[in-house]
């Protein structure tokens, strides 16, 4: 039996669907149905989630499940909670969810029980945070550590700057927080900035990488650590200086990071899937471990409903199949992320990995090139109320049509309520703009055609078991869309090319470059 879904027969039934849905505005299915709202619409634990505002009807909705169905979702959904080997071309386990689970439960990966693994590691992280927080842990001059540098890229560096950023925002003043930097860029400015504000005594640097094979990473770990031997008293050993997080301990080892000072990782936590392992560890001592650990119980509350509600009551499996149906049924190859909240600054680059990264593919789960069907559209976006300045032009009068999500935090402790006020109705008033249009035939430079569909997300309150919530629905929002478009989600090797051309010119050799390649190597290296 074919996997393509165009071969499907809900495929089928949804493209004739949306010949009728692409002629009616969504004015006219607010007009046609009033308790749209209503039925569109689903609360769960901490969250509210609105899709009233797609272009779809109910009926859509049901051919979407049924489109789902038949893809196996149920059976490949298992499979991955269940830990079988469905990240094919790497031959690993997909199994992010089973850092949040507790530790009565059992899941086993190449006949080892790993829950207990994943929960001594939790325990090391935890006494190893407690201990830097209380000021027991001790720099080599026997100073107290007071900043703490990450150093990462991609899934080793966008998870702990979400969280690390949402979590300041939204922390009690009673909060203790550690001052905490990131650095991922390969651009010396990068790095260069942080070090020259710290003092080595009092800096402990965390360096993240699943491979460690990572140059960006490695290139600024080397910066680090000469930094640190430049500016701690002679011959001090700077190994507490420096701790690593891989799960490749031998070369991690072999950098020169003490065995003690590394925290596993696994082969089966995919990257951009691995905030909740030993990666979260800036967050646990910035924030401290309890805080991790509501975060990882946000988490599984959410892998709970992914796993137990029907699909047509499921926030990612509903959020994944409106996605589906704006890319391939009405043809819009955009998504716009729009946080309605300052804590949620880096949600748009940590969903452009996530869903891009995942889903930005045209192999098939087969090894097929996919030739009939669209797969991930491309992920942009900006806090709100910033991006209404920038590119909202282009959401209200441009000529793509591009879905919006907004996500709003309902209940704020911020001291400027004032503010919070202001800023939820700027996100209700853009998503009403975008849907309702403006209709001026006599002055068409003040036309609004509307029409543009959202959804909005309402976070109770930014804690760390919401955030936790948050981030677990759109991974598995990204594994069901890769579901339906038939593809690894778990593999990335649309980003080797580009590193292994970047080693051949470190190497001088240009033999398979072209004259433009040529050109601007002659430019950048003469000067
Ligand atoms: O960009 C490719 C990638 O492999 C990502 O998938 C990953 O998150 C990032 O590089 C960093 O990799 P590592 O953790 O191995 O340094």
């Known amino acids: 039996m074919s996997n393509n879904p165009t071969d499907k027969k809900a495929w089928h039934k949804l493209k004739n669907l949306s010949l009728g849905v692409k002629k009616k505005h969504l004015n006219d299915l607010f007009k046609d149905d009033n308790n749209r709202f209503k039925e569109l619409s689903i609360q769960i634990d901490g969250l509210f989630f609105d899709y009233s505002k797609q272009r779809v009807t109910k009926e859509v909705v049901s051919n979407l499940c049924d489109l789902l169905k038949e893809c196996d979702f149920e059976n490949k959904r298992n499979a991955m909670f269940q830990g079988e080997v469905i990240n094919k071309t790497e031959s690993r386990a997909v199994l992010h969810t089973a850092l949040r689970r507790p530790i009565t439960d059992n899941i086993e990966v190449n006949g080892e029980s790993i829950i207990p693994i994943i929960h001594d ?52 003043k009673n909060d203790q927080i550690i001052h905490t930097e990131f650095v991922s860029n390969i651009d010396g400015d990068d790095i260069q900035k942080v070090l020259s504000t710290h003092n080595a005594e009092e800096t402990l640097f965390i360096i993240i990488s699943k491979s460690f094979k990572t140059q960006e990473t490695l290139t600024n770990a ?29 070369v991690a080892e072999k950098f020169g990071i003490d065995r003690n000072n590394i925290f596993s990782m696994w082969d089966w936590v995919n990257g951009r899937f691995s905030l909740w392992s030993a990666v979260g560890l800036s967050i646990c001592l910035q924030h401290g471990f309890k805080k991790f650990e509501q975060l990882l119980q946000g988490a599984y509350i959410m892998d709970q409903h992914f796993l137990n509600a029907p699909l047509d009551k499921n926030i990612p499996v509903l959020m994944a199949l409106i996605g589906i149906w704006n890319r391939n049924f009405l043809n819009l190859p955009y998504l716009a992320i729009l946080p309605y909240a300052q804590n949620l600054l ?99 430079y003040n036309y609004f055609e509307g029409n543009k569909p959202s959804s909005t997300l309402l976070m109770d309150k930014m804690t760390p078991h919401n955030l936790g919530q948050l981030i677990a629905l759109y991974e598995h929002k990204t594994f069901t869309q890769g ?25 001088q050799d240009l033999s398979e470059a072209d004259s433009s390649t040529k050109g601007l190597y002659s430019l950048i290296h003469k000067r």
């Open 121 to 172: 590691t939790l325990k090391k992280i935890q006494n190893f945070s407690d201990s830097v927080r209380s000021g027991h842990y001790k720099g080599a001059t026997g100073k107290e550590i007071k900043n703490i540098v990450s150093i990462g890229i991609g899934g080793s560096d966008l998870g702990p700057r979400l969280v690390s950023k949402a979590l300041c925002l939204s922390a009690n």
């Open 346 to 444: 880096y949600f748009p680059a940590y969903l452009q990995q996530l869903e891009m990264e995942s889903n930005g593919k045209n192999i098939d789960y087969e090894g097929k090139k996919i030739t009939d069907y669209n797969t991930s559209p491309i992920l942009f976006g900006e806090v709100g109320t910033n991006g209404q300045h920038s590119f909202y032009q282009l959401l209200h009068q441009g000529s793509e049509t591009i879905p919006c999500d907004f996500i709003g935090v309902l209940n704020s402790e911020t001291e400027l309520p004032h503010h919070h006020n202001l800023l939820l109705n700027h996100m209700m008033a853009q998503s009403q703009a975008m849907m309702q249009g403006q209709h001026t035939p006599d002055q068409p």
């Open 483 to 507: 579901v339906i478009w038939n593809l690894n989600s778990f593999d990335q090797f649309g980003v080797e090319l580009g590193k292994q051309l970047s080693e051949k010119l470190e190497k």
């Open 222 to 250: 080397l910066t680090a650590r000469q930094w640190l031997q430049d500016n701690l008293p002679n011959k001090t050993n700077i190994d507490q200086h420096f701790i690593a997080v891989s799960s490749n301990i031998e």
